[in-house]
């Protein structure tokens, strides 16, 4: 098993927010969420069981299941939602972030 490192982002600006689409008691979602607060990357979540339209808008793309990442821009960040992202190295997750390193920030 892959083993994850704690390697932490909050020292890089980060150029789209990620928004983890979830349910209730989604035991992925908590998962994928857990993964992200423990490599520091801040993201908004949406539950689709309070918010219908974002469900359609989930469904429209062809998912039929959560947690699903996308960037506020509406780009998919990784396909197969928590698997998917427990996949990617600290390298790839910084190249998808497109992040810029900003060691000066007030963090």
Avoid at 33 to 54: C, F, S, W
Wanted: glycine content about 6%; some cysteine; charged content about 25%.
């Amino acid at each position: 098993m892959k083993q994850l490192t704690t390697m932490n982002y909050r020292n890089y600006r980060i150029k789209n927010m990620l928004i983890v689409y979830s349910k209730s008691h989604c035991p992925f979602c908590v998962q994928a969420k857990k993964l992200l607060e423990m490599k520091g990357i801040d993201y908004e979540e949406i539950n689709v069981e309070q918010d219908p339209a974002k469900l359609a808008w989930l469904k429209s793309k062809g998912h039929q299941s959560v947690p699903q990442i996308y960037t506020e821009d509406d780009q998919l960040f990784v396909e197969g939602g928590f698997q998917g992202l427990v996949k990617l190295s600290d390298s790839q997750l910084k190249e998808r972030l497109g992040e810029i390193n900003v060691s000066n920030k007030q963090v």
